[in-house]
Structures are given as C-alpha cells and as structure tokens.
C-alpha cells in the first residue's frame, strides 16, 4: 500500500491494519514524509518536517504491535503539532523573526501527552506570528495555502495544521483557538476542528490570552477528533487553569442525537454574512431534523462581543511587548504591531470592565442554552479569501476588522464553551462550515451530534473537489 492510498486513512483505520499486520508505522511514516516533500513545496504546511524523530519514534512503535502487549492509543498515528507548541529539540519559531531559531529543551503537556500515547511527530505546521489573526502566513515561512484552491487562504492560526490533514499529511493535527483558530482553518479547509472546553486541554507557556485561549484537534473525522481528546485532556501542574476530563469521548460518540432540542441561527442575531454561506448551512442545519432532532430558528438577543474580545486580546498582546516594542517593532508583524498599539491604548479600569462584561456574556448564553442542547451557526460568514491578508476587508458591504470578520467563533473563547466545525457543502468549489457549539462543559454532545452528522452526510478531501 503506497502513500497515496493510505494518506486519508483514519487513524482508526490504522490502528486497525497494525493490528492486522497489513500496514506498519515506519512504512507509514516513511511513506507520509515522501509526500510531505513533495505536496508542501506549494502547499507550505509544515514549518519544520521532523524527519529524523518521526522515523524513530515509527520503528518504536512497531515494536509495540509484537502481540506481548496491548499498544498505547496513539501508537504509530502521524500527527503534527502546531509551530506555537514548543517541542524538545525540535525548532519552534511560533512564526515569529524573535524566535525563528527557538528549540526548546522541553515538550508542552500536551505535545509530551501526545508522545507518550505512542504518536509520530511528522513536524510543525505553519501559524501567524504568535497565533494574533485568522490568516497563516509570517515573515519567517511565508504564507500556506488553501488545499482546495491555491492562493487563498487556509485560515488561521492553524492554518497549516488544517491544510496538512486535509491533504492526508497526518492523521490528526493539534491547534490552538483564541479567537476561533481551530475553527476557521477547519471552515475554510473542509476539516472537522474542536475547540474543547476552556482548560480541558493544558497549555504551557501560557497564550498571551490565557482566558480565551483553548487547545484542541483538526482531524478527518469526528472519531479521531474524540481520541485526540481522551490522549490530551486533563489537568497538568503547569496550567493553573487545566480541568478534568469528562470520561471516556470516544465512547461519548456512538449512538445518535434524537430529541435534541436545536436552536438555529443565520447571524446571531447582528453578524454580517455571505447569504450563499448562509444558505449552505442553513440547509445542513436543517437536516439535523432527519437525525431526530427538532429544530428551530432562535437567536440568544445579545449584542456583538466584539469590542471585549478586542479589549482583552490587545491588551494581552500589549502587556507582552509594552516595554521592548520600540526595540522588537520592526521585527514583528505590521498589523500585530497595530493590535499591540490599540491595546497600550486602553486602561486597567477598561479591561476590567472588559472581564465583567464577558462573564455577563457568559450568563446570557447560559440562560438562552437552558431552552436548547445545542446551537447551530455558520463556522465563518465567507469562504476563503486570498492567502496573504490580514482579513477580509468588508463582509456584505460591512467593513471589518484583524478578527471581528470571525463573528460566529470569538463569542464561544469568551464563554469557553465547547464549539465544532464540521464541513457541510462548497460555495464557488471552496468548502463551507457548520458551527456546533454546546452548553457549558457539554464536549460529550458536540461530538456524538457531529459524529451523527458526519455519518449522514460525509465530507470530501481535495481530491474529489467539486
């Protein structure tokens, strides 16, 4: 079996032909870094391919398929973590000309989590600098771009890591989501993303914006997802903020979703959006009617975010660069810099207020969820624009800022709330997201109705693009 046949396996489907002795992990990953080679001299996924590791730790996990023990859960899957992840020995820029030639000494939690399970590390994948907007493209490895069309876009910040699993690169890849940056590589690319609960994945060092921040997967299919939750959740002493886990998500995926009460909304009530975009998700919104559940148009009747989420991300990029932006500035991002400015801008007493409003947001969502198991919206209100820029420039003749054009993804980095985006049709032959966004802490009910959805209408790879 050559790469090109098993590059869209599941890593279900792999465990499963290890088992079997059909397949084996070094021929794997031997195979996949051939074809990350030769794909992503154009694709531009992958920031550092970790060659020399992933080969060893392929050869060590085919030892554990001798049939003596019962092999770790992630025991030869290729996987890629996301280039704000530090990883021991292995360059980790976080896309920025201040770190360009960083390699830590050390492994994040969940990158060492995801190493104790048994997993390859194929290398890491492309981000904007620091993970600050929706588009991955930085002056250290330039811009990545969209599998389904060249020259747009993948989103951002896990620009890369939703582009290499969308072209079978590895099975699972790891992001990061402050303000939807899981999701909107997810949307664009035509890959399921799950931002998990706020603080059931650990994160170290911290994000710049710790309170908004969660880390998650990008995979091809709702089950992966599910295993890369049971590998990597849980507390860990270098995360204050890290929670327990709920149990078992893999198993939280089987069965279906019937008598679920859905809510359905457009635009949340004020966002701007594509009425083709919309259109697409409004008619697999409305087929969660055909999996048993009764669906409805509502919308939670709270004002746009926005203005807390801008307050509490500047500020954060603000208080990391106050005292050296006259020595760094010319180093960083253009339009990072504009962010860190607005932030030095605002007061204490602004982003005080900034958090109080945001627990109020919280409660409003909290109250209008005690009517719905679930909500359903747009992953993002366009398809993607052209690789290279900060953002779309307006939406529906509205104009837009570096992230208020993400008005379906940032409220939930404000509430912590689980959210998924699930591919769910094309507009133009570039793919289209639905948003799944449960109630506090309900990651198990996001994932079996993505799951349910999945099984009624499967996605696509690239290569059979309409």
């Known amino acids: 079996m050559g790469a090109d046949e098993f590059c869209d396996l599941s890593a ?9 002795r059909q397949l084996s992990p070094v021929e794997v990953a031997e195979g996949l870094l051939e074809r990350i080679e030769a794909v992503d001299a154009t694709l531009n996924a992958f920031v550092t391919v970790s060659h020399d590791q992933a080969l060893a730790q392929a050869k060590a996990a085919e ?33 920025s000309l201040l770190y360009k030639d960083w390699i830590p000494d050390y492994n994040a939690p969940l990158a060492q989590r995801m190493l104790d399970a048994g997993g390859v590390l194929l290398g890491k994948t492309n981000t904007p600098e620091l993970g600050w907007k929706g588009d991955s493209t930085n002056r250290v490895a330039g811009s990545t771009h969209n599998p389904w ?27 990061t989501d402050g303000a939807g940056s899981i999701r909107i590589p997810s949307g664009f690319c035509g890959t399921f993303g799950h931002k998990p609960s706020w603080g059931l994945v650990p994160q170290y060092p911290a994000s710049l914006v710790p309170l908004l921040s969660h880390a998650g997967p990008i995979t091809r299919t709702v089950r992966d997802a599910a295993l890369f939750m049971d590998v990597t959740v849980g507390p860990d002493r270098l995360d204050s903020f890290s929670i327990p886990g709920q149990g078992d998500y893999l198993a939280a995926v089987e069965g279906g979703i019937e008598g679920l009460r859905v809510a359905w909304s457009g635009d949340l009530g004020n966002a701007a959006v594509d009425p083709q975009v919309r259109d697409v998700v409004e008619a697999a919104a409305r087929r969660f009617g055909e999996l048993g559940c009764h669906v409805e148009e509502a919308h939670p009747g709270l004002d746009d975010p926005w203005e807390i989420v801008h307050t509490i ?14 020595e760094v500035g010319d180093q960083l991002d253009p339009g990072l810099v504009r962010v860190i400015e607005a932030g030095l801008a605002f007061s204490a007493a602004d982003l005080s207020g900034a958090y109080l409003r945001r627990d109020e947001y919280y409660h409003g969502w909290r109250e209008f969820l005690t009517g719905y198991d679930l909500m359903l919206t747009p992953t993002l209100p366009v398809t993607a624009f052209d690789a290279g820029l900060d953002y779309p420039t307006q939406i529906e003749g509205r104009p837009t800022t570096y992230l208020s054009w993400t008005a379906f993804t940032y409220p939930f980095n404000l509430t912590g709330q689980p959210a998924a985006s699930v591919p769910c049709g094309f507009v133009d032959g570039l793919p289209v997201g639905l948003q799944i966004v449960g109630r506090w802490r309900d990651d198990a009910t996001v994932l079996r109705a993505a799951a349910a959805f999945e099984s009624l209408a499967p996605w696509p790879s690239p290569s059979a693009a309409p």
């Open 63 to 95: 030892k554990l398929f001798d049939g003596t023990a019962d092999p770790p859960p992630l025991a030869g899957i290729p996987f890629t973590l996301k280039d704000l992840t530090a990883t021991d020995g292995i360059r980790t820029t976080r896309g």
């Open 12 to 20: 279900a489907d792999l465990r499963r032909l290890y088992a079997a």
């Open 313 to 326: 991300w500047s500020t954060g990029f603000a208080g990391a660069f106050r005292d050296r932006l006259h």
């Open 149 to 175: 069309q060249h020259g747009r876009s993948p989103g951002g910040s896990s620009g890369g890591a939703a582009a290499s699993v969308a072209v079978g690169l590895g099975a699972m890849a790891q992001g």
